[in-house]
């Protein structure tokens, strides 16, 4: 069951029942001398909640930009809901939907006229395109802001519109690029909720630098550091997230 | 298809929306009313090939301020992430911005037509021309725009962006000036890059189909080089 009801671009590719929703083999991304990410290889189940922690430069923002096809890699293979992303980009970006570190959102619009654009882009259904906009809408509590433009926003309610569009479209997989940035602590709550009530329908990857949300957000854990992948746990086998997390970096 | 209409009326809403478009255009309507009243007062001759080549020149310093923000603007807000992560393909990012900015630039260049207007109610111009004169402008600013759109996806500085452009526009006016330094086949070679020599036969009211092909090959180079420039991530 979905959140949105909307109807999804039409799919064939082959989905294996149990097969990883996200499963990087050997990735590897090299700004020419500088490697953003080494030999990394991680699977990430179906309807798991998974969390990336790791210091700035740790290469959590590169690993997610490869899996929503913004970079390609350097070396290894990335593959997303069955598809490779390298030679099979198009396919991957139907099926996820990506909330960037930054939350960029065009300034000329309105929040309801931004949802709208996004939501036509990512390929919903002209006649659905007012309903998906409105449950996204009510589901972040936009309401308020739906008729102001996106530079008048504050930064709580420009990090909600940017989930809202990563939304929009009821993606299979969420990849959320620190979703509590710029939210006060009612909001990171809400947002907790949010992320949960997702878990199980979607898959949800996150990066986030708070321990504590990651505990009690994710299902399981991986720890980067240098771009490298330093420990991979599950929340409940690790009664103390933060004596592991030092004990790694 | 779709996707390019939604993306078209994204950049022409974001163009419209912009002081940018109307202080070119308010810009080009003024330096061009001013040649347009001098020549007519000083020749008395209905022709408008001053006003084509002022717009050449014009278009060859404003295009670029119409083009610096299209890809680096997205670049520096970080809505190019957006894009490039929704499910549509660089072509039709490109395709959009190119048709939106060249609408634009089109735009622009119809008021001018009510000099046309001007002329044949007070004289006979030779209206074979002047269609001739449109359609090198036309092919001219698809250039241009083409162009200022590569350059502005390979920075995410619209000042570098818009500096690029007109050093690439002026290198390709006057190409053929370099021709005196070449040597065999290369002084040939630069003669057939300059675009002041493409230009120059169509407002006189020759087209040449090997002038028509210069102007859409090296638009279309340009999209496509474009198009790769965004892929390279």
């Known amino acids: 069951m979905a959140i949105l009801s909307i109807e999804a671009a039409p799919d064939e590719s082959p989905r294996a029942e149990h097969a990883p929703a996200i499963s990087a083999i050997n990735v590897s991304k090299h700004y020419g001398p500088v490697s953003a990410l080494e030999a990394l290889t991680l699977d ?12 700035n430069g740790s290469g959590k923002t590169t690993f997610m930009r490869l899996l929503a096809g913004y970079l390609m890699p350097s070396a290894g293979r990335l593959v997303v809901a069955g598809h490779d992303v390298a030679s099979d980009s198009l396919a991957v970006r139907r099926r996820i939907g990506y909330l960037p570190e930054a939350a960029p959102l065009y300034p000329q619009m309105r929040v309801g006229e931004f949802l709208t654009f996004m939501a036509r882009l990512h390929g919903v259904a002209e006649q659905k395109v007012k309903g998906a906009v409105e449950r996204v809408v009510e589901r972040l509590a936009l309401s308020a802001v739906v008729d102001k433009p996106t530079r008048a926003l504050s930064r709580g309610y420009r990090q909600r519109t940017a989930l809202a569009q990563a939304l929009i479209h009821d993606p299979d997989i969420l990849i959320l690029d620190e979703p509590s940035n710029g939210l006060d602590p009612r909001q990171i709550i809400e947002m907790r909720w949010l992320i949960r009530s997702l878990a199980g329908r979607q898959t949800v990857l996150m990066s986030s630098h708070i321990l504590s949300e990651v505990e009690k957000t994710c299902d399981r854990v991986a720890v980067l550091l240098d771009g490298r ?15 592991w997390f030092l004990s790694l970096t | 298809m779709r996707t390019l209409r939604i993306l078209f009326a994204k950049e022409l809403n974001a163009t419209l929306t912009s002081p940018i478009g109307y202080t070119v255009a308010a810009v080009f309507l003024l330096v061009l009313g001013y040649t347009f009243s001098l020549t007519l007062f000083a020749t008395k001759i209905a022709n408008l090939q001053y006003i084509f080549h002022q717009m050449y020149v014009l278009s060859i310093l404003l295009v670029p301020v119409l083009t610096m923000r299209s890809f680096a603007e997205e670049r520096r807000s970080e809505t190019l992430e957006l894009l490039l992560t929704a499910p549509i393909h660089e072509t039709s990012i490109v395709l959009a911005k190119y048709a939106a900015t060249l609408a634009l630039v089109l735009g622009i260049f119809a008021l001018s037509l009510v000099y046309a207007v001007i002329l044949d109610r007070y004289g006979e111009p030779d209206w074979g021309q002047i269609y001739a004169g449109y359609l090198a402008l036309v092919l001219h600013a698809s250039l241009l725009v083409a162009v200022g759109l590569l350059m502005s996806s390979i920075t995410e500085s619209q000042v570098v962006a818009a500096a690029l452009s007109i050093g690439t526009f002026l290198m390709l006016w006057f ?22 020599g493409h230009f120059k036969p169509m407002v006189s009211g020759s087209v040449f189909l090997s002038d028509i092909c210069y102007f ?5 180079l340009a999209l496509f080089l474009t198009t790769w420039s965004l892929a390279q991530r």
Do not use: K, Q
């Not at chain 1, 990430?44 to 210091?55: A, D, Q, S, T, Y």
């Open chain 1, 229 to 243: 992948l330093l420990g991979v746990r599950a929340t409940a086998e690790t009664p103390d997230l933060e004596a």
């Open chain 2, 175 to 196: 190409a053929d000036s370099v021709s005196y330094l070449l040597w065999p086949p290369f002084d040939s070679l630069a003669i057939n890059l300059s675009l002041i």
């Open chain 2, 216 to 220: 859409v090959t090296a638009s279309m």
């Open chain 1, 44 to 55: 990430i189940r179906p309807g798991e909640v998974f969390g990336l922690l790791g210091p």
